[in-house]
Structures are given as structure tokens and as C-alpha cells.
């Protein structure tokens, strides 16, 4: 998977988050048109909580995302290696924690549900991040990546690529706190595989079931699939008759 792991350097991932927290938000709705509040939506509904269960939300963020899973009654615990970006998301009703993608800070099958928004392609080592996803979740948990990705119509897929070489780089440098993250959003999103080959990774990181769907037009990929559950230990060989 040469695409989706880029090299980022962690640190200066974070610190670019860091810098962007302050107007996050905002720069996002303006920027996806009030779309993201959408594919949000689209990807609690995937996720399916029921009260009681536990859920993870992984690169929360400033904690959008958790909060609006938190109101399906569920349990849910948001993280996020920006403290920058935690910090912005004190004030909601949830928990948010620093911490990382690749070392959770959570034990083994500690949850029912694990997402990731917007997240996993800023993650270093993306399959590594799917691996630890699948480490904190109970065989038989869920799983749901929503993500940029690519617009199959070739039409459609023209004008967004303008968009985002020419568009979103201008209105982010009016609003944002740090207009150079969403030259880095631009690039992460061009590089980032195609829906199959997205699928295709999910499965070779401890993910059963995988499946997907587009969000406007392909633009986001809602991506879900079920943890595997651990293999039955071979069968102990029938105890034989010992030869008198
Ligand atoms: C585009 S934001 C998405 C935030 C939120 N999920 C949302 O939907 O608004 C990407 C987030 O990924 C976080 N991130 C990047 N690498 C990470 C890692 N290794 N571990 C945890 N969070 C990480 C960044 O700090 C940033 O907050």
C-alpha cells in the first residue's frame, strides 16, 4: 500500500493539527460546503450504536464526531494524538484523551465499535492503525472508516480535482488558522487508494465483511466491516489406544 503510507512525519502532523485546531470547525463546514455534518451523520448511522455498547473514536479531533456518536446512548471515547485539537473539544460531553492511532491506550477487545473520521489518512502507517483498531475491538465488533476519496464519474471527478487544487486552497487561506493544512488535505486526498483498494487493505488488517459505499458522488467513502474472530485452535488429535 504504497499510496496511503506517505511519508508524514507524526510530529509535524500534529503540530499542524495543532495550529489548525483554533478554527477546525469552521474552515470545515465552509470548506465541504456544510457536507461534513452530512457524511458524519451518514457514518453514525453505519455504525449502528445501541445504548450500552462502547465505542471508540479514533483521530476525534476537536470531538465533533464523538459527541454526536455519544447521543445513540452508547459509551463513546474519542482520541487524538493533536493535543491541540483536544483541547479545542473540552467543553463537550465526552471524553477525549491524547493519544495514538498506532499505540491506543485502551486493552485488548475493549469495545464494541471503532471509527475513524477524516482520520486514517493522516495516520503514518494507516494498516498499522487498522491492526491497533482491531486489537481494542471484541471479535464480532464494528468497524467504520469514513474518508475522502475518489468520484468515479469523470465529469464530476474534473471539477473536484479543480476544486481542490484551485478552491479550497484559497477559501482555507481566508479562513483557516493554518491555510497550509489544506494544501496538505488537497495532496493527502489525491494520493489517498481508491475505494477497492481501500477495502482491499482493511482486509488484510484483522477486518471481515468489508464493504462500502460513496457519499456525495464518491467524494467520501464510508467504508465498514466486522472483526474477525479469533480462529478455533486446531482440533486436539483423538487420544489413540496406546500399543500394548
Ligand atoms: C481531519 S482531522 C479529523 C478529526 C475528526 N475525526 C473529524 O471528523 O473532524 C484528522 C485528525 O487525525 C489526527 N491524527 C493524525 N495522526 C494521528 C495518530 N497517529 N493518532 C491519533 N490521531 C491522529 C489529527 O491530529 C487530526 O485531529
Known sequence: MTRATLAKNPDDVS??????????????????????????????????????????????????????????????????????????????????????????????????????????????????????????????GRLVVCEFSHPAWPPFRTVYLRYLRDGLPRIARRVSSNPDAYTYLAETIRAWPAQRELAAVIAGCGWSHVSWRNLTGGVVALHRAVRDAPRPAPAAPAPQEAAA
Open 15 to 140: 503540530a499542524m493539527f495543532d495550529q489548525a485546531a483554533p478554527r477546525y470547525d469552521l474552515t470545515n463546514t465552509l470548506l465541504s460546503a456544510g457536507q461534513d455534518r452530512v457524511w458524519r451523520a451518514r457514518a453514525r448511522e453505519a455504525l449502528a450504536l445501541r445504548p450500552g455498547e462502547r465505542c471508540l473514536d479514533v483521530a476525534c479531533g476537536t470531538g465533533v464526531s464523538t459527541e454526536a456518536l455519544g447521543r445513540s446512548g452508547a459509551t463513546v471515547v474519542g482520541v487524538d494524538r493533536s493535543a491541540g485539537m483536544v483541547g479545542r473539544g473540552a467543553h463537550r460531553p465526552v471524553t477525549l484523551r491524547v493519544g495514538d492511532a498506532l499505540h491506543l491506550p485502551f486493552r485488548d477487545a475493549e469495545f464494541d465499535a471503532v471509527t475513524i473520521m477524516f482520520g486514517l489518512r493522516n495516520v503514518v502507517d494507516a494498516p498499522a492503525a487498522l491492526r491497533e483498531m482491531a486489537r481494542v475491538v471484541r471479535p464480532g
